[in-house]
């Protein structure tokens, strides 16, 4: 995730969201995979650094897709370094824009997940939204915090003291953390999250630590 991970003269360039449709068809042709619904990331941005794919092994293994890249690199005669790389969780992949070459390079990710269900809530955002996934996650992260919860980006809710797994239904986490009634939709975004904290008197208590996360991170803190 980045878009950063060529450089030089194989520097890609972002894609712009009506790109991303005919890239990911042509990937799937190329791999003989279905993708459908498998984007994580902004999906509401005009244009991203890259295109992020979460994968599973109900999909395929991480040893089968990187040998299927490295077959579509012998089948153009071309080397898959410095073009692919492996590492950090996730495969990169310098990828030709809608197939075609003329239009550019765009870097694709491919995520590889535990649970493709709760990665779907935790690694996509259709909203509009000023701020970063990250940041989310902070905000999330001081929540639970507060709960004695821990979130675990790969496998749902745990909890602090015995570490022990507690959920992985968004709607209840909603629920547990902002109150009944709550649902998965009201965690998306910083500001719907914190839209429905406005009036808890314990509002500033739940959200220490992601306001000092915010501020390492030089992010002005949202709530005057």
């Not at 073009?83 to 390079?105: F, K, L």
């Not at 797994?165 to 909603?174: E, G, K, L, N, Q």
């Amino acid at each position: 995730m980045g878009g950063n991970a060529f450089k030089g003269a194989w520097a890609t360039r972002p894609v712009n969201r009506s790109e991303v449709d005919a890239t990911v068809e042509w990937i799937e042709t190329t791999l003989g995979l279905d993708l459908t619904d498998r984007l994580a990331g902004s999906t509401h941005k005009e244009f991203s650094s890259d295109i992020d794919v979460m994968i599973d092994f109900a999909l395929i293994r991480k040893s089968e897709l990187a040998y299927r890249i490295q077959e579509y690199f012998k089948s153009i005669n071309e080397p898959m370094q410095p073009q692919y790389h492996n590492g950090g969780g996730h495969q990169s992949w310098r990828v030709p824009i809608a197939g075609d070459p003329t239009n550019g390079y765009c870097q694709v990710d491919f995520m590889t997940v535990q649970d493709l269900t709760w990665s779907k809530f935790t690694l996509r955002c259709h909203t509009p939204t000023e701020y970063k996934m990250k940041h989310r996650f902070m905000v999330l992260a001081s929540l639970c915090k507060w709960a004695n919860l821990r979130w675990k980006l790969d496998s749902g809710l745990w909890t602090r003291d015995t570490d022990r797994f507690f959920t992985r239904d968004p709607d209840w986490i909603a629920e547990v953390l902002l109150g009944p009634g709550r649902t998965r939709e009201d965690l998306e975004t910083v500001e719907r999250i914190l839209s429905h904290l406005m009036d808890d008197p314990k509002r500033d208590d739940k959200l220490v630590w992601a306001k000092e996360g915010f501020t390492r991170n030089n992010i002005a803190w949202p709530i005057a």
